[in-house]
């Protein structure tokens, strides 16, 4: 099950500032096919106001595409004509309904997890930028402080001046 969240959690993207899972996504995880997913969705297109769901602009599709490159995607990604409809975590809940079958039910059970879980991440790693930014601040200040000490040291040192070269003839023999 832990795997399982984790797969899910590599299906969430940041799309317009909020996390969304993509509708082909979706339709792997629910055991459906695109196709009959995005049917369900126009179908009851009152269950999915804006903050629930809304379709990516083929600039959006195009970016996430480009950036998914880097990591090993085959033509799942490829190939579709229209643009997918990205679901908030409220929206997948909504499209569990909408499908109304035993495995859409249990499918979001683990989609909520993975979302729960990713905003738990989330709120750890925001905990610990707050702790490593008041130790920058800390120990940034005594970096001055201690550049400042060497500065003084420098200025108390007796200056060494190099030897000077000896002008005039050198005897070799």
Sequence with gaps: ??????EVINKIYQIRGQRVMLDFDLAVIYG???????????RNITRF????????????FNYLIDSLRSQIVTSSYGGHRYSPFAFTEHGTVMLASVLNSDTAVQASIVVVRAFV???????????????????????????KQIALIIEALRALQPSIQQPRKQIGYNNYI
Excluded: C, S, W, Y
């Excluded at 459906?32 to 126009?42: G, I």
């Excluded at 106001?49 to 959006?60: G, N, R, V």
């Excluded at 879980?117 to 970096?143: N, R, S, T, Y």
């Design 49 to 60: 106001p804006a903050d629930f769901m809304f379709e990516l602009t083929k600039e959006e």
């Design 32 to 42: 459906v096919e695109t196709k009959a997913l995005k049917r369900a969705v126009r």
């Design 1 to 6: 099950m832990e795997q399982a969240n984790d």
């Design 117 to 143: 879980k990713m905003k738990e991440m989330l709120v750890l790693h925001a905990d610990l930028a707050e702790k490593i930014a008041a130790l920058e601040g800390k120990f940034g200040e005594h970096d």
